[in-house]
């Protein structure tokens, strides 16, 4: 299956391979050895070796683990938050749905179209625009983002 993945998506293990060089660099100037931001990641060397080399089999929070001790996980914040490919299509569907219809909205003989007082519209709620959002910074608080997501929930008080 590994195999059969990296002949399919080269463009993707070329990408993995050269965020785990960044990382690496970034670790060796800040004159950390793999071990230091191995166990401040909450990981083996060997995975962090691993994940310098680009390996596909390292999961994300490991990444991000590895980030945040080397102080980058902020850099989160910037992926897509541009996203042009993304915003023409978005444009793309409201023009289709502002677009007026040649009176097929004022003939439809549904019973719901009935009982409404004008043309039938598509409902278009929650679209906005990528680059008036806020973005919001990435809440890492412990030396590894697994031992977040798997820290158990305690019952808050009086909560019956």
């Known amino acids: 299956m590994a195999r059969k993945t990296a002949a399919l998506l080269p463009s993707i293990a070329r990408l993995l391979i050269g965020l785990g060089e960044r990382l690496k660099l ?6 950390l050895t793999a071990k ?7 990981m083996s060397v060997m995975t962090l070796r691993s994940l310098e080399s680009g390996g596909s089999g390292v999961t994300i929070g490991a990444y991000l683990s590895v980030m945040h001790v080397l102080g980058l996980e902020q850099d ?8 042009d490919q993304g ?3 978005q444009d793309a569907q409201l023009i289709r749905v502002m677009k007026p219809r040649a009176n097929k909205s004022l003939h439809v003989k549904s019973t719901t179209a ?12 929650g679209l906005s625009n990528a680059s008036e959002s806020k973005l919001h910074p990435f809440p890492i ?20």
């Open 26 to 31: 970034a670790r060796l100037r800040r004159r």
């Open 36 to 42: 230091q931001v191995a166990e401040q990641a909450g």
């Open 76 to 83: 989160l914040n910037t992926i897509a938050a541009i996203d």
């Open 87 to 89: 915003q023409k299509r």
């Open 114 to 125: 009935s009982k409404s007082s004008g043309p039938q519209t598509k409902n278009v709620v």
């Open 141 to 160: 608080n412990t030396q590894s983002l697994s031992a977040l997501l798997t820290r158990k929930k305690t019952p808050e008080p009086n909560a019956q």
